[in-house]
Nanobody, 125 residues
């Protein structure tokens, strides 16, 4: 089992920054890959960024590349998402997720077994 708890969401003006945190606990074998997804009202949950927990390698969706940075602190078991140059279209509930090794895809929500409760990010224009 893995427990994930997000924090750090809020209301920010366009062009501003926020840092989200995801505190993780539980089996590290279920945290081979950790990711951030987001879901806007009436839309599907979409991939934002992923990180290999042990290696630290990362990948991003094109929509956030160059603006968002995913990172982790393995000593604290916390994953972060630094979001800069925020836009109104970044408004969504942001979720962290984890998955074990061996999934066919890590950019779709179906690849993940464990999810946090979500944190709201609202960007005003």
């Amino acid at each position: 089992q893995v427990q994930l708890v997000e924090s750090g969401g809020g209301l920010v003006q366009a062009g501003g920054s926020l840092r989200l945190s995801c505190a993780a606990s539980g089996r590290t074998s279920n945290r081979y890959i950790m990711a951030w997804f987001r879901q806007a009202p009436g839309k599907e949950r979409i991939f934002i960024a992923i990180i290999n927990w042990s290696a630290g390698t990362t990948s991003y969706a094109d929509s956030v590349k160059g603006r968002f940075t995913i990172s982790r602190d393995t000593a604290k078991n916390v994953m972060y998402l630094q979001m800069n140059s925020l836009k109104p279209e970044d408004t969504a509930i942001y979720y962290c997720a984890s998955a074990p090794r061996g999934r066919s895809t890590y950019t779709g929500a179906s690849g993940y077994d464990y999810w946090g409760q979500g944190t709201q990010v609202t960007v005003s224009s």
